[in-house]
């Protein structure tokens, strides 16, 4: 029996809203279970940041009551925290569907965790974790053999879609697992945790398949060579290439490092197929004729390092867009990169191309279910409570009101941020428990966690005005200026030493330290004058607030 | 007779495609006319600059041929420019509409150019300059009294269409001038310039009056205040505003300076009108009934400093969002601001208001024709040449074909950069001429043109990864080090004196300037010396590339 005053904790440590990226803990008792370990990309305003992962303070004061990862699919935004995260949990197994653990494990040797515990689970098996027991069912998503996971716990079925759309026709033939969603909902579930990306888009998601369909439209009339440019996880649209070059006689080559590294794993785990003649290497794009050739790579966020944008360049080492080539950039612009992608369609048509892409024509669908599959989710699984998860505020405000039409009490819509735990009783209440240390860690070069707040308040100081050094060297015995104060400016404006705006400054400064009275214990005190002033008197010049940096150096 | 050796040149001065602000030039021998002058926003990678100005070196090195600014409506991408711009060219007139005029008033006045000439120019009149005859023409746009202009030159007719779209049912009453063009055309247009902007969507743009309905839908049935936010510019929006209001016995606050200002302005010269009873003032806000008030205010982009998002953060001096208020966002996302606006709507959600917004409800409509209107001004004006101007390079590449397809020869559309001229002559050949100077101009607090590439490099590097400040003393005589090397650091990794990385650090300097030779001689080398070994280091250390910036003193 359970414990009536013990509750089952559910609490998101990935970040939720803007900050958006996937974990969920499972708390009962002592026993936890987290879903998935998502990174996040920087935005703009974290200046020199490489990647963003979760703070995982609260699981660490809780390692040994930790005892598993269930992984929904191998996106970066559900496995990319894993390498950072998982050192703190040594032995703590991993579970996930056959390519996903072909993708991990890739991760994992890249960042020498192949010691740590990864496990099979696939859609349709069960499996036994203390209380819990996890029921991963198949769901349609942008990656194959992506799993929504049904927790039984003590005070009932919690459901955690992942990430999924409906896709009545996936190209790899696997439906999503109505059934056994339609038997938990008969069954009873008391919370459902599902994907709110699209949840301002009514209507559905187009099928995968459609996509296949508009290449094939595209490429049939074409004699040129043909670009695709898709995410390299999307395995699905990548046999959708393959398909549509043998269907017009042309061969595939596959161009960029994580593309090529998850073609390789997903020929290998049979998730992709295609006849051995119809493929050609990078380097023997140059000897095959542009009309028998479709080139599939990376880059369709519009990322500058990546394959696309170096081809539009002119920078690539293998394919440079020439005049005739045609380019489908089969993708949307993810928010916050509709500038890069913007910027390089831009440049692929001047170089000469003709390109297709997403407000163009229909050579791309999403992953995420829309309005109509949000509440087919709903009306299958019928939750007693509901959390919105994965996608930002607005669009977890929207799917709550969908929640609403579908039947659940508006006071059992928990819209929650990051590190919110709601906690559920075995007689069916739920309610708020007081937040827990949640937020992020920055990742920077070989750095993890080193870079806080702190930091990037001066890289956005510095980006904004620059900075402004200004040295003086006083006696150490009688505290009196030795030379001329030395001044170093960088992103500030352009200046030389004679430039009156420099002399000033130097004379302000010379002013701030006279009688500096006892310099010993007044060096601090020096520092803050020196700055003060400076600070003011380039205020007044510029209307600019450069970092002024007082060095005093004793001799 | 026109001389056959002589052209038209037209050249953009003020940027294409992704540059994208407005500034036409327009010489024929020895006069030259400019229609607009534009500014534009810095994008994310123009650290700290304000605005971005066009350079008119090509001008001022014609400053005598200069005869007129031409003003097709007063927005900031056709306007923002000229304060910058004006005081090359004193005594050039500035033309522009009535409307125009009171805007661009109250501009010159703020930047102290009130002695320069400012002069009507109405839709309908004709105006003789040197050798050409401009007819502007109205146009339907999202700000009152919007032209195009022809301009009768000894090649032949040019058409600037400035930013347009068809609305057949404007709010103020006054359509597009259809007549005009039509004889034009019918005349023979040698050359039409025409915004691009929308050049990607199929259809029609509807109707500003729509947005009037979907305002009255919206606000029918609230009981609790409503908040509309949209362009200070958007007289006609406004006007809607105030008549919705009026509809439903609400009375309309305007908060914003810029459009308070603009509303002053635009009811002076009779282009707004609304009962005196249908104001409350701002400070009256709180003791007027919820349900008895609409704010109108500023911020629909999202602008972190603007009225809405001030709201949202409850850090606005008259008016905090509260739960029941209603916000009507009523604009889309301009490219590049799409993550303020959806950080500022998620941050009225969690405020507790209910939010109308561009995926949500259609309580905006552009100001910018799409293909089928496009294609009825190509149609109208039937040009031999055309030049898709205003919009991104994919979307002139969209509107050259939308050209073609209307009977334009492929060879016939100019799709150019910022600088390159095209010059028409009197037999009617046109060809690309030699580019002329262009770029653009930062304008970074008071200084105009300070600010180049140099200082945005060092911001871009600043911002990445900090800096690392290295301070030697070393003896004048001698050239050895007087005291233990200085570091400071600011946006690297945080560091205190006594950690390894700075300590080591120090000691790589020693040992990069032992023996330094001829010291007098030798600064220069000393520091790259410096630079060079701390650099490395770092980089071992941390795989990061902070500017390092060593300073020598001499004592």
């Given at each position: 029996m359970a414990d009536p005053n013990r509750p089952l904790r559910i609490i998101p440590l990935g970040g939720v809203g803007e900050i958006g990226k996937n974990m969920y803990v499972f708390e009962y008792g002592d026993d936890i279970v987290v879903i998935d370990c998502g990174l996040m990309f920087p935005d703009e305003?974290?200046?020199?940041?490489?990647l963003v992962v979760p703070d995982v303070t609260y699981l660490r004061e809780r390692r040994d009551q930790v005892r598993a990862f269930l992984i929904t699919h191998a996106h970066e935004d559900h496995v990319g925290g894993l390498p950072y995260v998982l050192p703190n949990f040594p032995g703590v197994p991993v579970y996930a569907s056959t390519l996903a653990r072909g993708l991990l494990g890739a991760k994992f040797k890249e960042h020498r965790l192949t010691d740590h515990p990864l496990v099979a689970l696939e859609p349709g098996d069960e499996l036994e974790i203390g209380p819990f027991r996890a029921i991963p069912f198949r769901i349609g998503h942008s990656i194959p053999d992506a799993m929504g996971i049904a927790l039984r716990t003590p005070v009932g079925t919690v459901v955690h879609t992942g990430d999924f759309k409906f896709d009545h026709t996936p190209v790899d033939g696997k439906p999503s697992d109505f059934a056994t969603l339609a038997r938990l909902g008969q069954e009873g579930v008391i919370c459902l945790l599902s994907d709110s990306?699209?949840?301002?888009?009514?209507g559905y998601t187009p099928s995968e398949r459609t996509v296949g369909e508009a290449f094939r439209e595209i490429i049939e009339p074409l004699e040129g060579r043909v670009i695709v440019a898709t995410f390299a996880s999307n395995i699905a649209r990548i046999q959708q290439v393959f398909d549509a070059a043998e269907a017009f006689g042309r061969k595939v080559a596959v161009v960029g490092r994580s593309m090529e590294q998850n073609v390789r794993i997903a020929v290998d785990l049979g998730y992709l197929r295609y006849p051995s003649s119809g493929v050609v290497a990078k380097d023997q794009i140059s000897q095959t004729p542009p009309g028998r050739l479709v080139i599939a790579t990376t880059g369709a966020q519009g990322e500058p390092m990546s394959g696309l944008a170096r081809m539009a360049n002119r920078d690539h080492r293998f394919v440079e867009i020439e005049p005739g080539d045609t380019v489908i950039v089969s993708a949307s612009p993810i928010p916050g990169n509709e500038e890069y992608v913007a910027r390089t369609i831009d440049n692929l048509f001047k170089a000469g191309a003709n390109v297709y892409y997403h407000t163009i024509k229909r050579a791309h669908v999403s992953g995420h279910a829309s309005q109509e599959e949000l509440k087919l989710m709903l009306g299958l699984t019928r939750p007693r409570y509901f959390i919105p998860i994965h996608g930002e505020f607005r669009m977890m405000v929207q799917h709550g009101r969908l929640a609403v039409e579908m039947g659940v009490r508006p006071e059992n819509v928990f819209i929650i941020e990051n590190g919110q735990p709601i906690e559920i009783y075995p007689d069916g209440r739920a309610r708020r428990g007081t937040p827990v240390p949640a937020g992020y860690v920055f990742v920077d070069g070989l750095s993890v966690g080193d870079v806080g707040e702190v930091v990037l308040r001066d890289r956005r100081a510095l980006a904004a005005d620059g900075m402004f050094i200004v040295v003086v060297t006083v006696d150490?015995?009688?505290?009196?200026?030795?030379?001329r104060p030395e001044i170093v400016t960088r992103g500030f404006v352009p200046l030389n030493e004679r430039d009156p705006l420099i002399t000033e400054a130097a004379e302000r400064v010379v002013a701030a330290i006279e009688n500096p009275g006892d310099h010993i214990s007044e060096i601090a005190l020096l520092k803050s004058q020196i700055k003060e002033s400076v600070s003011r008197f380039l205020y007044e010049q510029t209307k600019r607030r450069p970092m002024v940096l007082p060095v005093v150096v004793e001799v």
């Open positions: 305003e974290m200046f020199g940041i490489d990306t699209r949840a301002e888009n009514p150490k015995q009688t505290g009196n200026l030795v030379s």
